[in-house]
């Protein structure tokens, strides 16, 4: 597909992107200069990549479903009411049966730029996702299917990330695949490299981590894990663009047509840098479906990335496109 015309191509679908996987809590420290194990305050908000980007393209007026399963408890029913609150559509948001929990997530900022996190995945409601809970009707409708690489760490939600893939093949769904990879959810990188390689070959768009993409390429000699081999691999497939994201340092975009696209970047002082991944793809995406312009595009993910980082929080940082534009224009001026 050209992804220049994705706006005008699907112009007939009634939603702008459905994301599949994680819906957990974070529990953000509310004190700073101060590890964990002193650490006595948080505060509750939603988070788990996928949801985390449904968060970000909802509060940039994007139509935004969300497809997964949340536990039949408190913390299930605070993420449910939290996405309908915010407008994103909840039909294919599954409660699972009673006996799952809800992932948690504990962040600490032992200083400004020193942040680390501590997540709890044992027995978690959205791992337990299954095809059945998969809706063609919906990812007919939708333009952009996110996919996240957690959800493929354990079945049935591997089969159920799978079942959508071919949703969206059949009805022509862009799809974005996110490849958010926590080690520690998976058997073995050879696990992981495999089931990545699968998804990734079905896939319009793959983002991630230099990091990330070792652990999709972790069969491949580190000699074969440049940017520039790895996305020549991929662009070899089904994927019409590349986007290799190095931090501060910004990111790369290679097209199918052989350009690479040189991203934005806005340094900022951190706070912390959980969230900036997922915020980036939010105003990445936004940009997509706007049909802005590629480069443009990466600016506004930056821009996003940017405002997230220097805030303690990450679905409730995630800004409108009224902030991300007023950013980007102080920051030129600076």
Not at 194 to 215: H, N, Q, V
Request: hydrophobic share 40%; charged share 25%; glycine share 8%.
């Amino acid at each position: 597909m050209d992804v220049n015309k994705l706006k005008e191509n699907y112009e007939y679908k009634s939603i702008d992107i459905i994301t599949l996987g994680r819906a957990c809590i974070d529990l953000n420290a509310n004190e700073i200069n101060r590890p964990m194990e002193e650490t006595m305050s948080f505060t509750k908000t939603v988070g788990g990549s996928p949801a985390n980007i449904a968060v970000a393209c909802r509060k940039l007026g994007l139509c935004t479903a969300f497809l997964g399963r949340v536990s039949d408890d408190q913390h299930g029913r605070y993420i449910r009411g939290y996405f309908e609150q915010l407008g994103i559509i909840t039909e294919t948001l599954v409660t699972d049966n009673p006996g799952s929990s809800t992932g948690l997530a504990f962040t600490e900022i032992k200083a400004p730029g020193n942040a680390g996190y501590l997540m709890y995945r044992s027995n978690v409601a959205d791992l337990n996702l299954c095809p059945a809970d998969v809706s063609e009707e919906q990812i007919r409708k939708s333009k952009i299917l996110l996919i996240s690489g957690t959800a493929l760490s354990r079945s049935p939600s591997r089969e159920a990330v799978f079942t959508a893939l071919a949703f969206a093949r059949k009805h022509h769904t862009f799809i974005a695949f996110d490849l958010d990879f926590r080690p520690f959810t998976w058997s073995s990188p050879e696990e992981t490299s495999i089931y990545y390689s699968l998804a990734a070959e079905k896939s319009d768009l793959i983002m991630g981590t230099r990091e990330e993409f070792d652990a999709l390429e972790a069969n491949l000699e580190q000699s074969e894990r440049e940017d520039i081999k790895t996305a020549s691999r991929w662009l070899s497939f089904q994927p019409s663009m590349i986007l290799i994201k190095h931090g501060k340092a910004g990111s790369q975009l290679y097209l199918e047509t052989g350009e690479i696209i040189e991203g934005a970047v806005f340094p900022v002082t951190p706070l912390k840098t959980m969230g900036a991944g997922d915020s980036f793809a939010g105003g990445f995406l936004y940009g997509l479906l706007q049909g802005t312009g590629l480069y443009e595009a990466t600016e506004l993910g930056a821009g996003a990335a940017a405002i997230v980082v220097t805030k303690n929080s990450c679905s409730e940082a995630m800004p409108t496109l009224q902030e991300i534009e007023d950013f980007i224009r102080s920051y030129k001026d600076r």
